[in-house]
């Protein structure tokens, strides 16, 4: 291992890619790597699990949680991830891929684990990247390679996991230890394809970390593979989720100030992207996810007077399924106890996430104000047990929350059928 090391030469510590041989022998160390440990396997470890035991890594996953452990040693993967099916078939076959619930000794060890917020004051709980992070220093070994891939305030690889590993293990980041961020821009429900193809960015906290990511992820991966630093890696991503709330929050502060003027939205939004230099997103009823509700949240905890624009976008945002119910109320306020229907709870279509889910703020809210709900959503296994004709069924209202295609499909062919079944007709797209 210490070929590459750069205790050998302290001035291989500019190494980068001005320095061809330099790299190579980095890339070589790359190369060598067989054994890769991913910790954390949910809709980013799993994926990216599967993806290096189909290049032949002998790869172990690791999780907590017995569901996720049963779930794969039960083989339900399919049913929990269909869009994973085709990879799980073909690693199990191979048999280079094994699940528990503690890190053993590897190569690299890729970290996957969820960073949501603290509900009560909206800072980044890092509890778990510390979990995960304590539970793989037993096992590091000079040489090994750790990629973070977990969404993380600006900072934290250097400043929480590079001390944590020094501190227990006494190896060095930098000289023993090889350190880097790297983070995942998959979009849920298009995985697969978008693991292997999307550009990544990899931020080493040094030039040699930064050459052994990018060398390893080359091997699985076919996107643009971009290196800087840690710091900045995590800052990119924490801009590009940023970048989506606040454009989002624009097109649905839109939305709410042409219903005040009485004017259509959708066709409204139709003629303003006509200009050649402006793309208004589509408004809808809220943001959800893990990823876009929560991570703006870490630039606002980390300097709260330099970020008036991201957190009243977040504001703006959290804030829709409340005007939602509004609408709706509104919409029936001429019926007595009228019974709503409505479909697509997940955080946004064509997938079966829950999380931070918009869509089921407004059931909440519906309920709270002790109006009749019925709910229904194809991708959720708990609201699917019926049809939305079913669900419809002497309903006054049918709110679509969330467009899945199977839903609009419904309302696009079945029209006629969906108006008998309902009490009052009113169907309204959101
Ligand atoms: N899902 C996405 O599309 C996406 C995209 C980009 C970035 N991210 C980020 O990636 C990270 C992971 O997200 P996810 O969607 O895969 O989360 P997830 O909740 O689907 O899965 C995380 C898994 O980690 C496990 N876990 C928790 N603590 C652990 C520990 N100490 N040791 C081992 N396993 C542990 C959980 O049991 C769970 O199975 C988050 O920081 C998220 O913000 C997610």
């Given at each position: 291992?210490?070929?590459?090391?750069?205790?050998?030469?302290?001035?291989?510590?500019?190494?980068?890619?001005?320095?061809?041989?330099?790299?190579?022998?980095?890339?070589?160390?790359?190369?060598?790597?067989?054994?890769?440990?991913?910790?954390?396997?949910?809709?980013?470890?799993?994926?990216?699990?599967?993806?290096?035991?189909?290049?032949?890594?002998?790869?172990?996953?690791?999780?907590?949680?017995?569901?996720?452990?049963?779930?794969?040693?039960?083989?339900?993967?399919?049913?929990?991830?269909?869009?994973?099916?085709?990879?799980?078939?073909?690693?199990?076959?191979?048999?280079?891929?094994?699940?528990?619930?503690?890190?053993?000794?590897?190569?690299?060890?890729?970290?996957?684990?969820?960073?949501?917020?603290?509900?009560?004051?909206?800072?980044?709980?890092?509890?778990?990247?510390?979990?995960?992070?304590?539970?793989?220093?037993?096992?590091?070994?000079?040489?090994?390679?750790?990629?973070?891939?977990?969404?993380?305030?600006?900072?934290?690889?250097?400043?929480?996991?590079?001390?944590?590993?020094?501190?227990?293990?006494?190896?060095?980041?930098?000289?023993?230890?090889?350190?880097?961020?790297?983070?995942?821009?998959?979009?849920?429900?298009?995985?697969?394809?978008?693991?292997?193809?999307?550009?990544?960015?990899?931020?080493?906290?040094?030039?040699?970390?930064?050459?052994?990511?990018?060398?390893?992820?080359?091997?699985?991966?076919?996107?643009?593979?971009?290196?800087?630093?840690?710091?900045?890696?995590?800052?990119c991503k924490l801009a590009e989720n940023t970048f989506r709330d606040v454009n989002i929050a624009l097109?649905?502060?839109?939305?709410?100030?042409?219903?005040?003027?009485?004017?259509?939205?959708?066709?409204?939004?139709?003629?303003?992207?006509?200009?050649?230099?402006?793309?208004?997103l589509?408004?809808?009823?809220?943001?959800?996810?893990?990823?876009i509700?929560?991570d703006p949240?870490?630039f606002?905890?980390?300097?709260?007077?330099?970020?008036?624009l991201i957190?009243?976008s977040?504001?703006?945002?959290?804030?829709?399924?409340?005007?939602?119910?509004?609408?709706?109320?509104?919409?029936?306020?001429?019926?007595?106890?009228?019974?709503?229907?409505?479909?697509?709870?997940?955080?946004?279509?064509?997938?079966?996430?829950?999380?931070?889910?918009?869509?089921?703020?407004?059931?909440?809210?519906?309920?709270?104000?002790?109006?009749?709900?019925?709910?229904?959503?194809?991708?959720?296994?708990?609201?699917?047990?019926?049809?939305?004709?079913?669900?419809?069924?002497?309903?006054?209202?049918?709110?679509?929350?969330?467009?899945?295609?199977?839903?609009?499909?419904?309302?696009?062919?079945?029209?006629?059928?969906?108006?008998?079944?309902?009490?009052?007709?009113?169907?309204?797209?959101?």
């Open positions: 291992m210490n070929v590459c090391s750069v205790t050998d030469n302290p001035e291989i510590v500019v190494v980068n890619d001005s320095h061809p041989a330099v790299s190579e022998n980095w890339a070589a160390l790359a190369l060598s790597y067989r054994r890769v440990c991913v910790v954390g396997l949910g809709y980013v470890g799993l994926p990216t699990a599967l993806l290096f035991a189909l290049h032949d890594y002998s790869v172990q996953g690791v999780d907590v949680s017995e569901r996720v452990l049963g779930n794969i040693q039960n083989s339900k993967v399919g049913d929990v991830y269909p869009e994973l099916s085709d990879w799980w078939s073909e690693v199990s076959a191979e048999g280079n891929f094994q699940a528990s619930a503690k890190p053993e000794p590897a190569d690299v060890f890729l970290i996957t684990v969820p960073t949501p917020i603290h509900d009560a004051d909206k800072t980044c709980d890092l509890s778990m990247v510390r979990a995960a992070t304590a539970s793989i220093l037993p096992v590091l070994k000079p040489g090994n390679l750790v990629i973070l891939e977990s969404t993380v305030p600006p900072g934290t690889t250097r400043n929480v996991l590079k001390p944590m590993i020094e501190a227990e293990t006494g190896l060095r980041v930098g000289e023993d230890i090889h350190l880097c961020f790297s983070p995942e821009r998959v979009l849920p429900g298009n995985t697969t394809y978008e693991l292997i193809h999307n550009d990544r960015v990899i931020g080493g906290t040094t030039p040699e970390a930064s050459i052994l990511g990018r060398t390893l992820l080359g091997q699985v991966m076919q996107g643009q593979l971009h290196v800087t630093n840690d710091i900045t890696a995590e800052f097109a649905n502060e839109l939305s709410i100030l042409a219903d005040e003027y009485g004017v259509d939205i959708t066709e409204a939004r139709e003629l303003i992207n006509m200009h050649p230099r402006v793309n208004l589509k408004p809808g009823i809220g943001v959800g996810g893990h990823c509700a929560v949240w870490f606002v905890e980390a300097s709260p007077i330099n970020t008036r957190s009243t977040r504001l703006v945002n959290d804030r829709m399924p409340e005007y939602t119910v509004q609408k709706i109320l509104t919409a029936v306020q001429d019926i007595q106890n009228p019974k709503i229907c409505l479909a697509g709870l997940s955080y946004k279509p064509e997938v079966g996430d829950t999380r931070e889910s918009p869509a089921m703020r407004v059931v909440a809210l519906l309920k709270a104000e002790g109006i009749d709900v019925v709910t229904f959503d194809p991708l959720l296994p708990e609201y699917s047990e019926t049809t939305l004709l079913h669900a419809a069924k002497n309903a006054d209202y049918l709110a679509v929350l969330v467009g899945h295609s199977a839903i609009l499909e419904v309302i696009r062919d079945q029209e006629p059928e969906l108006h008998q079944v309902m009490r009052t007709p009113r169907v309204h797209v959101f």
